[in-house]
């Protein structure tokens, strides 16, 4: 939209874009209690699955707990690239932390091993973030447990989160998984919004960016919420196409009529 469109609106901004600041993320008490449960477990130094199906939220909570977690106890190290054999992942890893890569897997997990041992002794909390991990390569994932063995397993010094799709769980839970999946301590999973939730994430996007509360009319989020099965990225992607519709029949607000066009639109084209 021109920002004279969103003007018209009282919004500074698109509402619903995902260029939103860790400061600034929607954080109802149940995320909030999420996130307070992760930087529990990176203080215990703890690992952690956590699950949930396409857009409900989960790397946004990553975010929330890159926000919270203070920086100077705590090097986060994120991971996203995860389809690669064993080897290229910890070599990624080094690259990631900064760290020389070595010719061979040895050196290159040794490399990695004597970072976290020195930081630990600096008293910094070394947490890795693997997201997507639901697409780890097997190889990668019989390995990972042995990443956090310090000092012949008697010390934890490293959490590793692991965030994916409801796979990622089933995938642990295979016998082949069971030496990692024993270490998991959190097993933790983001369900679809209920339909306050969803009332209360437009108001609060809207709200972020200029905007009122009566922007989007009651009827019109509930159908959003139906639509989008509570997931974030689909009321994202309905409720910006809704607001384009308003905009351009130069309606004061998202009414049902016009969320019910949009997918209608939607539906025409699949
Ligand atoms: N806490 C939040 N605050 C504000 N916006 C959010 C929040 N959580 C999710 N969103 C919105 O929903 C979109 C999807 O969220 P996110 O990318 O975290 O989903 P995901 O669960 O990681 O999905 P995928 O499995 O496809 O990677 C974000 O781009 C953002 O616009
Ligand atoms: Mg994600």
Request: hydrophobic share 40%; glycine share 6%.
């Amino acid at each position: 939209m021109t920002p004279e469109a969103l003007a018209t609106y009282g919004l500074s901004a698109e509402p619903f874009t995902k260029e939103i600041d860790d400061a600034d993320l929607w954080l109802p008490p149940s995320k909030r209690a999420l996130v307070d449960e992760l930087v529990d477990a990176a203080e215990a130094r703890h690992n952690v699955a956590l699950v949930g199906e396409p857009g409900v939220g989960k790397t946004c909570t990553l975010r929330a707990l890159r926000h919270a977690l203070p920086k100077e106890r705590f090097r986060l190290t994120y991971c996203h690239n995860v389809t690669l054999g064993r080897r290229d992942f910890y070599r990624q890893l080094c690259l990631a932390l900064a760290l020389p890569c070595g010719h061979n897997s040895g050196a290159v997990f040794w490399t990695i091993n004597t970072h976290v041992e020195q930081l630990a002794s600096e008293r910094v909390s070394p947490v890795l973030l693997v997201d997507e991990a639901h697409l780890l390569h097997q190889d990668t994932l019989d390995h990972l447990h042995i990443l956090l063995n310090y000092a012949w397993d008697s010390r934890a010094l490293l959490s590793v989160i692991l965030v994916g799709l409801p796979d990622l769980d089933d995938r642990l839970r295979l016998r082949r998984n069971r030496s990692l999946y024993s270490r998991i301590h959190h097993r933790l999973a983001i369900g679809p919004l209920t339909p306050e939730d969803t009332a209360d994430y437009v108001r609060t996007r809207v709200l972020r960016v200029g905007g009122g509360k009566e922007l989007f009319a009651s009827d019109a989020v509930a159908m959003l919420h139906e639509a989008s099965g509570g997931s974030l990225r689909d009321i994202d992607r309905i409720a910006t196409l809704a607001l384009r519709w308003a905009a351009r029949r130069k309606r004061k607000a998202v009414e049902r009529d016009l969320v019910a066009r949009v997918l209608q639109a939607e539906g025409d084209r699949s």
